[in-house]
């Protein structure tokens, strides 16, 4: 993508309405625009990151088997009447009737409709496990949307449930999906730590919430620090065996991780000193296993091996997609703007030719940006004839891991330079290895 074709309505002040820092850059780097309050258009650059953030979610919710499907965000009243939830869920639920005077809802949640959707097609064991998931927009009136998509009203979410025969399938898909969700947010750069947390309105026993540590989280938190040091990595994890994944979530979820609703000081006490740790955290998602809260409500049921008909276990499990933007960059950026990881990065890297019109510095411009794409990387060249200094400080701004900086100095001697946006460090190469370098750190995400 080229700049001057590009749309990036970047601010050069910081608006007044954003108290956090991830807001306040995603407004300055024109990601997002507010239309109502909690309610925002995803601009160009904006997108791009969500898109890459629920691929991220969509590959390794396939890689534990689950399943995509998309249901509406409008739903029938009647269906939440057969579950309790509709009078339940109170004011944060948006409420519309049609033109048939049907009572309709923006879906803050699907437990009921996928209940629905499962009653209506399955009724063997044999059709079991399943678990069914879609990322979509989701409504809840929240009393107070703050902190830009961090709290909004309309926000996306990936929702997944699964449905099993018996208690022990059901924990083992819980169990899959803690597995799935560590790999998801370290992919996206992000230290996730489950905590054990309360099951508020969605009802049930065991529940685990993912927290990213950040001074402007707004749970709190007690946990043990080394908690902090765990790491899956790039480990196999044969996600159909079930010892398997429990041994990766018992090591995951021993040492003491609590939001502030389950925390037990006495257990809390037990651990060293020195590694106590009180702070505060974003929920970017939680797991819920509930067994046949909405099963038994709404008949949903299967015939087991031996005959009998039972209602069917059941899970539910949340990703906060477009509050993980705003969770990544509270974890990484300095003064100058974003950082993102490579892995959600809007574009790979950057190219910045210090002096647009001069013909040797165009001309390699355009090799680097052909050779990238040549290689599947798309790069984001400012060809505008600007300062070099605006150049830098909106590539800094808008975050991206590398750039190469093109002048007829360098050039000259065979050279550009590639700047790594975290650590600051330039080193000078020629064009065709900078390309390779750009696709050798890549390949690795
Ligand atoms: P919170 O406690 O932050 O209000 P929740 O526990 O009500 O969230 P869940 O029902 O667990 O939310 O939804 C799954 C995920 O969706 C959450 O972990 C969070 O990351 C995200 N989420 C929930 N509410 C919002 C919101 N208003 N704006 C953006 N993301 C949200
Ligand atoms: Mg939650």
Request: hydrophobic share 40%.
């Amino acid at each position: 993508m080229r700049v001057s074709r590009y749309f990036l309505p970047v601010l050069k002040e910081n608006p007044a309405e954003a108290q956090i820092v991830s807001h306040r850059y995603m407004l300055r780097a024109g990601m997002i625009k507010q239309q109502a309050a909690g309610i925002y258009s995803w601009l160009p650059l904006g997108l791009r990151v969500l898109n890459r953030i629920q691929q991220i979610v969509h590959e390794e919710q396939e890689r534990a088997g689950h399943i995509p499907l998309l249901m509406p965000t409008l739903q029938p009243a009647d269906l939440w009447r057969e579950s309790g939830r509709y009078d339940d869920y109170g004011q944060e639920m948006l409420r519309i009737k049609d033109r048939q005077d049907r009572e309709m809802l923006y879906g803050p949640t699907n437990e009921e409709m996928i209940t629905d959707i499962f009653r209506s097609h399955v009724n063997s064991y044999k059709d079991l496990p399943l678990t069914l998931y879609h990322i979509q927009w989701k409504f809840r009136d929240e009393m107070r949307p703050r902190f830009g998509v961090m709290r909004g009203r309309e926000f996306l979410m990936k929702d997944g449930y699964n449905f099993d025969v018996d208690k022990a399938a059901a924990l083992h898909a819980y169990n899959r999906h803690m597995v799935s969700y560590l790999r998801t947010y370290e992919r996206m750069g992000l230290t996730a730590i489950p905590m054990r947390a309360d099951s508020g309105p969605i009802g049930g026993d065991d529940t685990h919430e993912f927290l990213v540590l950040a001074a402007t989280g707004e749970s709190e938190v007690f946990f043990d620090s080394a908690v902090t040091e765990l790491k899956l990595g790039n480990r196999e994890v044969d996600y159909d065996n079930r010892e398997e994944v429990a041994a990766v979530c018992k090591e995951f979820t021993t040492l003491y991780a609590r939001t502030d609703e389950t925390h037990d000081a006495a257990l809390f006490d037990a651990i060293p000193e020195d590694r106590r740790k009180v702070a505060r955290g974003i929920e970017v998602g939680q797991i819920f296993y509930f067994g046949t809260k909405y099963s038994e409500a709404m008949g949903a049921t299967v015939v087991t091996a031996d005959g009998s008909k039972v209602p069917v276990e059941m899970g539910s499990h949340g990703i906060g997609v477009s509050r993980l933007l705003g969770a990544i960059i509270e974890a990484s950026h300095d003064d100058k703007g974003i950082i993102w990881p490579e892995g959600v990065t809007p574009f790979p890297v950057g190219i910045v030719n210090l002096k647009q019109g001069d013909a040797a510095a165009d001309a390699a411009c355009e090799g680097l940006y052909k050779a990238l794409a040549a290689k599947g990387l798309e790069a984001l060249y400012d060809d505008r004839d600007e300062r070099a200094g605006a150049k830098f400080a909106t590539m800094d701004l808008i975050g991206l891991p590398w750039r190469i900086t093109v002048g007829p100095r360098g050039l000259a001697n065979g050279v550009v330079e590639l700047t790594s946006r975290r650590s600051g460090e330039s080193v000078e190469m020629t064009p065709e290895a900078a390309v390779a370098r750009i696709a050798e750190i890549y390949a690795a995400i």
